[in-house]
């Protein structure tokens, strides 16, 4: 409060951290961000902000910014010296172009992430398509809601939550599976529970705060999540609570689904999933019998070898109830990143710019008139997605790699396969706004970006909502924005005027994008950054989707997938005998390159631990606070604390894994959705040793 007082400016702006979207102000005094609060006008958070958004501006004058561009001269082993931008961006070039002549376009990977404008996303999509010439870009939001975004594909024939907040607080019934929102996305969890009488379930292995919150928690078995949902739709069908008409009108495959949950019976799904066949007949009853029924999920959906199938899952239940496209019924993924959505509709990662398909010819013909290239120019499959990408790299197709934003070394599962494919690339090039970040220990060039607060745009929200981002300082040093970044690497490669005639700033990419994604089901061409900054955001498509019940899909009708319950691979043993999940905690974000730079956030939450049941806990002989090691068959991770604590079950124990110096995900396993390609954070198996007493 004391500080706001002194602000002489306030910036209406959005949050760059989580994918709720929440609408703040920054205060500045002389140029300097002082303070930071909740926009009491934006309609997603009403004032309110997180630990996370209320610090959020002191991470633009951080001390670990990067400032200026810096280069190893010599080799891995030599160290990174400050460059000029002339020679950074001149080296980039000549090095990767070297690269591509001698193994081919596609021996370049690019790995983005969710952290960028949108307008920057499209920016980024032309140079890596047009200008490098490469299809081998992704995201790391293939890390978060890549089975979200195939699993919508899956069901509906297109990306795109359905739903929106209001949904979430107007349903009878919200199931959040695998969703710990009062960690992750605390002030959407803030809007729970407003409505007298409405029921809150929670499915979750762990005790997290959001199952605190519930009416009811389902502390499942670890992966069982799909044999819950197939047990629900088994109970509704055997029960008559599902909406025929909707099914008739607007679904495919009723027939062979419920032939297909036919197995799935209250008794099957107890034993799968270690709930009672009464709590299951009692939450199919409540699901089925409510007026309007919300499913939310997060990352103990996505984080799965099965994360796709288990969406289309979820969508069933949806479908077969016909909660979806009305007020309070929807299937809504619950997305991670403040713009993971502007990565998903204006760039390459999991399809052609405006949700097109790279398979159709209709499509890329389409956006090839609109860019004004050829149709041969644009690519007929997806290229390698981040998982390829690494795997790529380790088999030596992928020789020179390009990281945007994103901090892999501590993010990515099996850091033992992420090493090798380092070592084996040839160039790897770091563009990030903080310096030194792990990644960068790999980092043959570093490109020092201005972050949130010092660039104009917008971001796209978990609910479609468009909003605005505005710079309330300037980048420090030698820093750039991201956009001028790969402005200035298209003028190098000779491109420029052809990709981006006449931009001199991220609103001409806005316009262009407008015209792109103009009569595309993420329609951004209705809307002005001033009419979003006005609104306090914007949704494109409406409030919720598939109002009409037509669907995406080639015959406009939505499709019930028969989804089997596949145990996962590495089960625990006699040798590695409890089940590691990891996640997060409200105080950080991902790896906490931005929060760890803040005193107040850090001193919250400084190091990582280990959660473990008690009953395992006195099994072991191990106290609380014990120094332990985590181990599985790859790595181990030394000198974690240990906390006893009735959060886990036994035989199951938790890591948060933002934290490089105990990195989870040296033990994590590198499993892979085989659709999605997104990873299993959530299960394997490790064995845990005393290293030293509390
Ligand atoms: Fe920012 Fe998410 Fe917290 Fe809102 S909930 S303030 S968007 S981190």
Redesign the pocket.
Known sequence: ISESRVADKWTKT?????????G?LVGTKDGKPVAAR?NPDHP??LG???????S?HLIVEAPGRAKQPMLRRNGRTSPLEPVSWDEALDVMVSRIGSIQQEHGRESLGVISTGQLLTEEFYTLGKLVQLGFRTSNYDGNTTLCMASAVSGYKLSFGSDGPPGAYADMESADVVLLIGANIADN????CNRLRKRPGQLLIVVDPRVTKTAMMADMHLPVKPRSDIALINGIAHILLRDGLIDRSYLAHHADGLDDFISFVADYTPEAVSKTTGLSVAVLESVASLYGHAKSAFIGWTMGVNHSTQGAMTVAAINNLSLLTGNIGRPGGAPFSITGQ?NAMGSREASFTSSLPGYRKFESEEDRNQLAALWNVAPNDLPTRRGFAYPDIVEASVRGEVKALWIIATNPVVSFPNHNLLKQAFDSAEFIVVQDGFYPTPTMEYADLVLPAAIWGEKEGTYTNSERRVSKVNAFAVPPGEARADFDIFVAIAERLGVRDRIYPGWTSTHDAWLEWQRVSAGRMCDYSGFTWQQVEDAGGIQWGGERLYRDGIFPRANGRALLHCVPCIPFAEQPDAEFNFILNTGRTVEH?HTRTKTGQVKLLDAMVPNAWLEMNPIDAERLSLRQHDRITVTSRRASVPDVELRITGIVAPGQVFMPFHFAEHNSNLVTLGDFDPISREPNYKQCAVRIERTSWN
Do not use: A, D, R
């Open positions: 959005t949050c760059g951290y989580c994918s709720v979207g929440c703040m909740g997603v958070n309110k902000l997180c630990p996370k958004g209320l959020e996305h605390p002030i959407l403040c974000w």
